[in-house]
Each structure stands twice: as C-alpha cells, then as structure tokens.
C-alpha cells in the first residue's frame, strides 16, 4: 500500500487558511486515490526541539555510532520512507513557519534522505517521487518585482533535489491580505486548483 506523508506546520490550526487549502486537496484526493494512506505529522504536535547544541551533539554520537535506528532519526526515517509528501505551510516572513524549518533540519540527515556516493556525489535517497507545498500567502509574491524576494518554495524546491525528490509542485493562493483583493474569491479559486491537482498529483 502506497503512503501520503503529510506534514502540518499551520500554527493557526483550524483558523488557518492553508490548512483549508491542504485539507480540501487531501478530501479530494482520498476520494480518487483510496488506495493510498495519509499519515498526518502535526509539527504542533510534534514540538521538535531546536538543534541547540547538546541536541546536535546527540545527533551527531548516534550518527557516529552507526545508530540510524534510534527513536530520534524516526521523522528522517518516515520521510525517506513515503511514496509522496504534501506540506502545508502559511507563508511567512518570505518564507514559511520555524518549525517547519525545525522539523526539515530534523529529517536532513545523511545517509537517510540524502547522502553520497563513492565519488563524493550529492545523491537523494528519499523515495517519494513528488512533494507539493501548499500554502497562502498575505501578499502577491508571484510578480515580476516580487517574486525574487520569495523564499520558501524555492528552497523547498532545491531541498527536494538534495533528498532526490524529482518532482516539487506548488500549491498557493496569495494575495488574501491586501484589501483590495475579494480574499473569499481568491480562496475559491484556489480549492479550485486543489481540485484539479488532486486528480494529477
Ligand atoms: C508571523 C507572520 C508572518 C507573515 N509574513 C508574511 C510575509 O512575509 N509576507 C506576506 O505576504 N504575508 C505574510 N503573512 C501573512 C500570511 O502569509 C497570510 O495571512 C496567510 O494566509 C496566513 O495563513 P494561515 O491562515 O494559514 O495562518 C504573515 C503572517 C504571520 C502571522
């Protein structure tokens, strides 16, 4: 049976619009691929603790030790493991969330989704074959002026080339704090778009 990792870092919870988002393209997608298994990682949840430095210094002796088994490595593990992943993240500061960046500092761990081959190579050992990011976005940072300043998809986009995840796909409405945009119609289109992707992705 094939798996769905999803991985949740709305901190609004309920109240956020990218967890609509994210769950209507997930009801969406259940209804076309039943075969497949959605596992929820709720990062709220999770509260994966910072890589301060004794929490580094603990990686860093299990990874030593050969130790890719133990308990900590097990969200690395989980990714590396999925068929396709979806992340839903609100846009923030140009990028998304901390803890999402927490729990990505968490699964970047070498020789599990990544690693290197006998000529020193960057080589990808995540399974999935696709990510999608879904998010919203308070401004418009898809125009010619503005999208260089956009930082997170892209660097989930480079992230997936470094865990060998060939496809990364984007999920997002934007624009739904500028007051002269109708948010609500915006917000329509986009599940639109969820719709439609859940038939591809
Ligand atoms: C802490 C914080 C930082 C934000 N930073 C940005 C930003 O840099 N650019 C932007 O366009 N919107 C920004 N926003 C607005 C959100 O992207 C926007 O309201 C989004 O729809 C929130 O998603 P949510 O409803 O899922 O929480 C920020 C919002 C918060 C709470």
Same mark, same amino acid.
């Given at each position: 049976m094939s798996e769905l990792l999803f991985v949740n870092?709305?901190?609004? =919870? @309920?109240?956020?619009r990218t967890l609509a988002l994210a769950r209507h393209f997930l009801s969406e997608y259940a209804k076309i691929h039943p075969e497949v298994t959605v596992t929820e990682r709720d990062l709220m949840a999770d509260r994966l603790e910072p890589q301060y430095p004794e929490v580094l210094a603990r990686r860093d002796e299990l990874w030593n030790a050969g130790k !890719?088994?133990?308990?900590?490595f097990a969200p690395a593990r989980q990714f590396a493991g999925a068929d396709s992943i979806v992340i839903a993240a609100p846009f923030w500061d140009l990028s998304y969330p901390a803890i999402l960046k927490i729990y990505l500092e968490r699964i970047s761990v070498c020789d599990i989704t990544f690693g290197y081959d006998a000529d020193g190579n960057s080589v990808g050992l995540s399974r999935a074959e696709k990510l999608l990011l879904i998010t919203t976005r308070g =401004?418009?940072?898809? !125009?010619? @002026?503005? @999208?260089?300043? @956009?930082?997170g998809a892209r660097h989930l986009k480079a992230l997936c080339a470094m865990y060998g995840i060939p496809s990364f796909q984007l999920l997002c409405a934007e624009?739904? #704090? #500028?007051?002269?945009?109708?948010k609500a119609a915006l917000l329509a289109q986009a599940m639109g778009e969820a719709e439609t992707l859940a038939a591809s992705f």
């Open positions: 870092a709305c901190v609004r =919870g @309920e109240r956020s !890719l088994d133990d308990p900590s =401004g418009n940072f898809s !125009l010619p @002026e503005t @999208e260089w300043m @956009e930082s624009g739904l #704090d #500028d007051v002269r945009n109708d």
